[in-house]
C-alpha cells in the first residue's frame, strides 16, 4: 500500500469508485510512517441522491466518539468533497502534529 500523503484514508478511492457504496464509506487513516490514527467514515448521505450532502467523520484508534467532522453539500461534487476531505485532513493533521511536539 502506498502511503503517499501525510495523512492517508485507506480506501477512499475505492468508495468514490464503487459511486459512493454504502459498505465502503469508510477505512483507515494512517499516516505516510504507517501510525494508524484512527477511522474515517461518510455518514448522512444517500448514494442514490446526487444533490444531497452527507459528512465526513474521523475517530481517533481505539475510541467511540467523533473527533472532528466535515459537512459537504454535494454528494456527487469533487469541489464539495474535496474542500471537506481536505478541511478534515488539515484539522488530523494539527490534531496530529500537536500530539507528537
Known amino acids: ?12 478511492d475505492e468508495w468514490m469508485e464503487s459511486v459512493y457504496a454504502l459498505n465502503l464509506a469508510g ?6 510512517d504507517g501510525e494508524v490514527l484512527g477511522k474515517w467514515r461518510v455518514v448522512a ?6 444533490d444531497e450532502g452527507g459528512r465526513y467523520e474521523f475517530v481517533i484508534d481505539g ?4 473527533k472532528f467532522s466535515e459537512e459537504f453539500a454535494f454528494l456527487d461534487s469533487r ?11 488539515r484539522a488530523i493533521k494539527e490534531w496530529h502534529d500537536t500530539k507528537h511536539s
Do not use: W
Not at 448521505?45 to 446526487?50: K, L, N, S
Open 1 to 12: 500500500m502506498d502511503l503517499i500523503y501525510p495523512i492517508n484514508f485507506v480506501g477512499h
Open 27 to 32: 477505512g483507515d487513516v494512517i499516516t505516510r
Open 45 to 50: 448521505y444517500d448514494p442514490e441522491a446526487d
Open 63 to 66: 475510541q467511540d466518539d467523533v
Open 79 to 89: 469541489i464539495s468533497r474535496g474542500l471537506a476531505l481536505s478541511k478534515l485532513t
